[in-house]
């Protein structure tokens, strides 16, 4: 690691940005986590984790195509600035109902349904002004590796937080922390110094522009295939995580902070990963990288399956984490280094229907299964399953050479 791995930071808008998100992603991690605890220790149902998931990430899938329309059509600024506030404000009402132990899991539930209609819109406008944020455009890969190791920095901190203050204060101050975690970001894009926004002339009805996004990534193989294999991963494979709880609880015979421990090392995997990715020379190839990650992925969860010891099992998570954050920084990082600027706010809104679209539906399925065939069993056939796409979709980007573009900036991207 040297001083070109933070290049990004040259421009002050994305050190804002970067400094004010860091804080909001632990936040987000917190409540996450306490949501999905909270549903289990209600309900003590693998299917009701399920639907947790499906309740957060499905409305997602449903409204990110209008979020990327969005995105392109109006000030992608001002729609990420409100998402902000927005998700404030869920988090807040989180809040308020377990804190005065007033809430049924249903209320949970539909809170979560709301922060998934907001996310549709957020991914969007949040991933594609990344572009806008960084000076100097050579240094945009870069900025793109910078935000993977922020979300799985967050992902090893916030876990392993909102376990400790799940066992010492519920919940509610979980809920709480990522209410005023938001604040961070809001201020970071308050003292932003951003050109100023031109409007756009667009002839086309909103329909037209979505139909024409899909159109794109027909005719663009090299990013349609990658944005195939994420959602396959993200609805067959990506779903373990919905069953951790039972991990901690039942296998581990472990409680919350079990649960924070194991989300944690699984982000602290990820951070190995972006670290690797980090300190490739350019000209790597990408294909092969994500063709033996995602093996590890696989084999890693596999391994992690049937193990009854937790440290032996927290080792395999940092195995699975380091595999898992190849989904999304790989996959990214072609997507924002060939798309065409005029269409990236609507192609980054299928990178992100297939990454939070595919897995709800995936929960539910999984957390299905469980019930029949038990929890080590469904992590098992997981990881199969894993093993399986890699092969069938490594054959069709070899067909499909990805571009000499998409295999110059390996490390400097992601999620």
Known sequence: MNISTFKAFRSRNYKLYFGGQSVSLIGTWMQRTAVYWLIYIQT?????????????????????????????????????????VASMVQATLLAVLVLFNQYTVWEILTLSVVLGIINAFDVPARQ?????????????????????????????IGPAISGIVLEKLGAGVCFLLNAFSFLAVILSLLLMRLPKYVAQVHTKKVLGELKEGFVYLKNTPSIGYVILLLACI???????????????????????????YLNSFIGLGAICGTIFLASLKSGANLKKILFINTLIFGTALILFSHIANLSIALFFSVLIGFGMMSQTTISNTI???????????????????????????????IGSVSHYIGTPNTILAEGIAAIVITFLFFNLLRKNNLNRKDEIEPLEFDN
Do not use: C
Not at 128 to 151: C, F, G, P, Q, T
Not at 335 to 360: C, E, K, L, N, W
């Open 234 to 260: 993200s609805l067959l494979v990506l779903p373990f995580s919905t069953l951790l709880p039972v991990y901690a609880k039942i296998i581990f015979e472990g409680n919350a902070s079990t649960f924070g």
């Open 335 to 365: 997507i924002q280094t060939t798309v065409s600027q005029h269409m990236r706010g609507r192609v980054i809104s299928y990178f992100a229907m297939a990454f939070f679209g595919m897995q709800p539906l995936g929960s539910l399925l």
């Open 128 to 156: 594609s002004m990344v572009y806008d944020m960084v000076d100097h455009k050579e240094d945009l890969a870069n900025a793109i590796a910078l935000n993977s190791s922020m979300v799985n920095l967050a992902r090893l």
């Open 44 to 84: 003590h149902s693998t299917f009701m984790l399920g639907v947790a998931v499906f309740a957060a990430q499905f409305p997602s899938f449903l409204f990110s195509l209008f979020g990327g329309v969005v995105s392109d059509r109006y000030n992608r600024y001002r729609v990420l600035l409100f998402t902000q």
